[in-house]
């Protein structure tokens, strides 16, 4: 059976679309084949005009903002995440909101329109949850995560103090 490796994008300028990942959202370049890029988050930019040459030449393989597809990042601090996109000027989807699973997120346009969402780590919104007086039934049933998966959290944050 196939084996999922990375996802692919494909984009007009790549030192615009690296700026964008590496310099806005701090990933690591891997590998650099000049038309091809590829992220240690496993992830890589495509060059438009190689890609579509590999694909027989001629064919759009993106279209604008087709909002069917986008890459997903955690980050702790998106307050200040969303400063620094908001300062670049980068195009937002949306701003910091909550989901119905109480993990706040982002939404913003990569240069070439993909949606790029970076949302808090599961084990942040069950320790905010916690600090919000919630019995950890309760934040287990508000944030869709399994019981064991709030009390393994729990349990590793007491043993990362000490007990």
């Not at 930019?45 to 030449?57: A, I, K, M, V």
């Not at 709030?150 to 103090?161: G, L, N, S």
Request: net charge negative.
């Amino acid at each position: 059976m196939p084996k999922y490796v990375a996802a692919l994008i494909v984009v007009e300028d790549m030192a615009r679309a690296r700026g964008f990942y590496e310099g806005l959202l701090g990933q690591a370049v891997e590998y650099d084949f000049g038309e091809n890029v590829s992220f240690a988050g496993g992830f890589s930019l495509h060059l438009r005009s190689h890609y579509e040459g590999l694909l027989g030449g001629g064919r759009q393989t993106v279209s604008g903002r087709l909002h069917d597809f986008e890459l997903y990042f955690e980050a702790v601090e998106l307050e200040d995440l969303e400063a620094r996109l908001m300062a670049a000027g980068v195009d937002f989807v949306h701003g910091l909101v909550a989901q119905p699973w109480q993990q706040r997120c982002l939404r913003v346009y990569d240069p070439d329109g993909h949606v790029v969402e970076v949302g808090e780590p599961m084990d942040a919104v069950v320790w905010r949850l916690l600090g919000e007086g919630l019995a950890p039934a309760e934040v287990s049933r508000r944030c869709s995560m399994p019981l064991e998966f709030v009390e393994a959290v729990i349990r590793e944050r007491e043993a990362a103090a000490g007990g």
